[in-house]
């Protein structure tokens, strides 16, 4: 089955999160929560991450990096390998402690970031665990406010509390009323795009360059290979204005350039699959410039 690819480069924001393997859980006790935040300390800053916001809970993490150097990967999995073996070996294991391979969502800085810190440090609400998320001890919540300072340094609390106010007691107190604020309101993760991107049409676009490697790579979701693409309904607005030359070259574009199949092309114009087979074919015989503009002028609409 193919599977998500990771997408890096310097300065890259993401959300992170695993589970233990099977939903069983990773963190037995304080001592394992503890020895999961020191390996975490000394990941970030063997691999200069920068950590807006954290929250353990039993089965599963949840992680805010910044990467400046672009190296996700062989931080995370330094986590999870170093983990993994003290977690075996004190509780006389064997085998995966973690689900797979880690998750990582890419995430729109602008507008993104504070939205997720707040929801991570809710996760314990949510669970039912406490009623206060500063009565959870294994999140950011308390280093964001402090209330509690891990002997090891995770957050970098003064790049979030910068957002609140210019002096620090007022900052927190900002920052306290955000997240409380925050705790009936929907997931940020529903507008979370092929499983991967946060972000808008405008921060998609930007990573364009990036995305458009991964067109030809074998086993890549199509979703994530085509990110970037237009919706059909863009790509067909005002098709009723369109000559039929201009119609086959958008379908072919479609296609071609964008990785739409065709029975979903032939469901949004309304034209059977057969015939926007036939379309594709002609077109591909043609030699058409697949990069060539799609944009209607007076050349190529029925005004």
Not at 160 to 166: K, V
Not at 210 to 223: A, D, F, V, Y
Request: proline fraction near 3%; hydrophobic fraction near 35%; charged fraction near 20%.
């Amino acid at each position: 089955m193919a599977r998500q690819v990771r997408t890096e480069f310097p300065g890259a924001l993401y959300h992170v999160y695993s589970r233990g393997n099977n939903k069983k859980l990773i963190f037995l006790d304080d001592m394992d929560r503890q020895k999961f935040l020191k390996t975490l300390s000394n990941v970030i800053t063997q691999h200069n991450y920068i950590c807006y916001g954290y929250c353990i809970m039993g089965t599963h993490y949840h992680l805010i990096f910044e990467t400046p150097d672009g190296n996700i990967s062989h931080g995370m999995h330094l986590l999870h390998s170093t983990y993994a073996q003290y977690f075996n070996m004190r509780h006389d294991c064997v085998g995966h402690v973690f689900q797979g391979r880690f998750h990582s969502i890419l995430v729109q800085r602008e507008s993104y970031l504070l939205e997720l810190c707040r929801y991570i440090v809710l996760n314990p609400i949510r669970a039912g665990l406490v009623k206060h998320p500063g009565n959870y001890k294994w999140s950011s919540f308390k280093e964001m406010t402090g209330t509690f300072k891990q002997k090891d340094r995770i957050v970098r609390s003064e790049l979030i509390l910068s957002h609140f106010g210019t002096e620090p007691d007022e900052a927190r107190k900002n920052y306290i009323d955000f997240v409380l604020d925050g705790v009936d309101k929907p997931s940020p993760f529903s507008h979370v795009v092929s499983s991967t991107f946060l972000g808008n049409k405008k921060f998609l676009s930007s990573l364009e360059s990036i995305l458009k490697s991964l067109k030809n790579r074998k086993g890549i979701p199509r979703e994530q290979r085509y990110v970037y693409r237009p919706t059909l309904f863009e790509l067909f607005e005002h098709s009723e204005f369109f000559t039929k030359e201009f119609r086959n070259k958008v379908i072919f574009c479609a296609y071609s350039v964008y990785g739409y199949r065709q029975t979903d092309i032939s469901a949004h114009i309304n034209l059977h699959r057969i015939t926007i087979n036939n379309i594709i074919k002609t077109e591909r015989s043609k030699g058409v410039n697949e990069h060539s503009s799609l944009t209607p002028n007076a050349n190529n609409a029925n005004y």
